[in-house]
């Protein structure tokens, strides 16, 4: 790989390179914040870049690596963090002008994680504001590496376009509806939404704080992997993260896919996504089991009535969220965000009461499914990136969002971990998705596998036109 390619590097293939010392990570980091300046102006994947201090962090591991200290895969490789995290001494915007300009005070856990693997953060990526699907009017929308004619996703859209685009090696991204998910499939990315309580949340701001995930979003299972392994573990900061050791997703990933049982419902898959997407998810599982994998017929509790309590969880807890800043700041909110919290002002106790009743009894029959199978496989979104023109994400809420969220509200509901993964391309240019979903805790087995299908495929290693770049 010629200098000018470095910023193809994905995690694991920089972590090779530097641990050789056939790569210094001052030059991977220079390599990427020259594409960032160049291609930033278009693209819009970043909220704020930090040249200097990503320089200061990349210096201090070289001399560290030179020294013999090696502090892990993640020791001078290049990441992104999306802009719901603190960064201590700089302005946690979450894609919004609502909290003002003033610099978080610390680290969030996920941040200090990182940094103490030896990771170089070279910025914070873009979102729609507060992590739901409309843009304050001040932010620009991030601009999908495949075709800017179509939407990255969201939430976590910054983290997609910037990793699709080669400006990080990975990133960050959030999930409470499917914003890891979303944007990864539609950016041909491979996104790990983790267990719910995996990562700490302790200083990323919340949307949902029963449905939050913070995950990796990454080239490969394997860089998701090493990502994961860097960041999961308990924390005192978050009385809610899982209290088993970290997952070890790196060490299990020569697993392959022999002996794992693939759940599949049609019923499920077909009635969510048109013939095209469920013919290359289809395809991807037929590729598993051509590795050893067996494919079981599965039946997952039913889905449609489900949707509708994501907007009243969700809402709910967001108005709960922005306590400090809503209503008494309304007008600083753009209108998407505005309205949402406004319809969430409608809602009453015995709303949430039975749909969370109702997202207990559901996940607890999912739970029943993992008795048959290991791991389930469906579509990650219910079609490819949409065109620009088909989204009015600037325009007032709307609980109908509820039946397109198919695929990933459910598993936020659950909180099971995801993996999602690219399978392949329409005729125009535009990435399939797999999502592989596993029980509590399942993450080494999406790990494994997804890393089994990427050995003997290559949909991860395409890379997008880029208007010529």
């Not at 278009?42 to 990503?54: G, I, K, N, Q």
């Not at 400006?167 to 979303?182: E, P, Q, V, Y």
């Not at 590729?287 to 509790?301: F, K, R, S």
Request: proline content about 9%; some cysteine.
């Amino acid at each position: 790989m010629s200098a000018d390619e470095l910023h193809w590097l994905g995690v694991a293939e920089a972590s090779e390179r530097i641990a050789a010392g056939a790569l210094s990570p001052v030059e991977l980091t220079a390599a990427l914040l020259a594409r960032i300046a160049r291609l930033e102006p278009r693209l819009h994947a970043y909220a704020s870049v930090r040249p200097e201090r990503a320089l200061a962090a990349a210096r201090a591991a070289e001399r560290e690596l030179a020294a013999g200290r090696r502090r892990g895969p993640l020791h001078g490789v290049p990441v992104a963090v999306k802009d719901l995290c603190d960064l201590r001494g700089e302005v946690t915007a979450c894609g919004s002008t609502v909290r003002g300009t003033a610099p978080a005070a610390a680290d969030a856990t996920v941040v200090a994680r990182l940094e103490a693997a030896g990771a170089v953060i070279v910025g914070k990526t873009q979102l729609p504001e507060f992590a739901l699907m409309g843009y304050h009017p001040t932010v620009p929308r991030p601009i999908n590496p495949w075709n800017p004619a179509h939407d990255t996703g969201g939430s976590s859209s910054g983290s997609g376009a910037a990793v699709a685009a080669g400006l990080a090696c990975a990133a960050l991204g959030s999930d409470t509806g499917g914003s890891i998910r979303l944007p990864s499939a539609w950016c041909g990315l491979t996104g790990l939404k983790p267990t719910y309580g995996r990562v700490s949340r302790a200083g990323v701001f919340p949307l949902a704080a029963s449905l939050d995930c913070v995950g990796p979003m990454a080239r490969s299972a394997a860089d998701a992997a090493l990502m994961l392994d860097a960041i999961a573990g308990v924390d005192g900061a978050d009385p809610t993260t899982r209290r088993e050791p970290p997952p070890a997703c790196a060490a299990a990933l020569p697993g392959g896919a022999r002996g794992l049982r693939i759940g599949w419902d049609p019923g499920f898959v077909g009635g969510g996504a048109p013939p095209q997407v469920v013919d290359a998810v289809r395809a991807a599982v037929d590729v598993l089991a051509g590795l050893g994998a067996a494919v079981v017929p599965v039946a997952l509790p039913p889905v449609d009535a489900l949707l509708w309590g994501w907007p009243v969880i969700c809402g709910a807890e967001a108005l709960a969220a922005h306590a400090s800043y809503f209503p008494a700041r309304a007008a600083d909110y753009g209108t998407a965000f505005r309205s949402f919290l406004e319809y969430a002002t409608g809602l009453t106790a015995a709303e949430y009461a039975r749909h969370h009743g109702a997202r207990l009894d559901w996940s607890g029959a999912l739970g029943a499914v993992f008795e048959r199978c290991d791991l389930l496989a469906c579509p990650s979104t219910f079609t490819t990136a949409l065109p620009l023109e088909a989204l009015d994400l600037d325009g007032p809420f709307s609980p109908d969002i509820a039946p397109f969220m198919r695929f990933t509200a459910p598993f936020n509901f659950s909180g099971s971990p995801t993996l999602s993964l690219p399978c392949g391309f329409t005729p125009d240019g535009l990435p399939h998705s797999l999502q592989l979903v596993g029980a509590p805790g399942g993450e080494p087995l999406l790990c494994r596998a997804a890393h089994a299908y990427q050995q003997v495929t290559d949909w991860h290693r395409r890379r997008p036109p880029l208007l010529g770049c």
